[in-house]
């Protein structure tokens, strides 16, 4: 098992940017995916992309291609997910979560960063 | 509109047994990627509550169980209690979106 601490809420206005950090201990990156999901309030969970941590491979969910970048850091265990072009429809919860595979499922989840989009 | 579909809500008497769907296409489901399904209580991070169609990872009850056929899948909660009443996801993942992709919830109310 793996625990995943993500970085504290943040405030944006429309337009700006936002980096959300993850920091996994308890096992080492190999062998594993690092999966974003997001949960706007009161509704479902979307996914948004996932990494390869160890080897740095990105795929990102078609809707969000050219806002997103994801990036991790080996050396501290850490994964960071960069939104950019921030839209209202962009407040969530933002959650990290380890992946089996790439067509896997997630058995470990941080603990959420509010990301509020407001002017 | 989420690629895979639940229904809104479902509830059941304690004791009772309930299932929720989730319908996917010849993308997903129906192309044999395995199905898996996600607890989340109020105020809470999802939890996995079964991985690869019906397995139950270590510390989830056996009252709870999964199934897939065809383009779709279903969850059954046998024994209903209070502490089920939560929001319940599907996941799959789909080859024309090439991603992940997530039913858009089911709320089960313990009546």
């Known amino acids: 098992q793996v625990q995943l601490v993500q970085s504290g809420a943040e405030v944006k206005q429309p337009g700006a940017s936002v980096k959300v950090s993850c920091k996994a201990s308890?096992?080492?990156?190999?062998?594993?995916?690092m999966d974003w999901v997001r949960q706007a309030p009161g509704q479902g969970l979307e996914w948004m992309g996932i990494?390869?941590?160890?080897?740095?491979?990105?795929r990102y969910a078609q809707k969000l291609q050219g806002r997103v970048t994801m990036t991790s850091d080996t050396t501290t265990n850490t994964v960071y997910m960069e939104l950019s072009s921030l839209r209202s429809e962009d407040t969530a919860v933002y959650y990290c979560?380890?992946?089996?595979?790439?067509?896997?499922?997630?058995?470990?989840w941080g603990q959420g960063t509010l990301v509020t989009v407001s002017s | 509109q989420s690629v895979l579909t639940q229904p809104p809500s479902v509830s059941g008497a304690p004791g009772q047994r309930v299932t929720i769907s989730c319908t996917g296409s010849?993308?997903?489901?129906?192309?044999?990627?395995?199905v898996h399904w996600y607890q989340q209580l109020p105020g809470t991070v999802p939890k996995l509550l079964i991985f690869?169609?019906?397995n139950r990872p270590s510390g989830v009850p056996d009252r709870y169980s999964g199934s897939r056929s065809g383009t779709s899948a279903s969850l059954a909660i046998s024994g209903l209690q209070a502490e089920d009443e939560a929001d319940y996801y599907c996941?799959?993942?789909?080859?024309?979106?090439?991603?992940?992709?997530f039913g858009g919830g089911t709320k089960l109310t313990v009546l």
């Open positions: 979560a380890r992946g089996t595979a790439v067509a896997g499922y997630f058995d470990d």
């Open positions: 308890g096992n080492t990156f190999t062998n594993y995916y």
């Open positions: 990494i390869n941590p160890s080897g740095g491979i990105t």
């Open positions: 010849s993308s997903n489901i129906g192309a044999g990627y395995d």
């Open positions: 690869g169609n019906s």
């Open positions: 996941q799959s993942y789909d080859t024309s979106l090439s991603g992940s992709v």
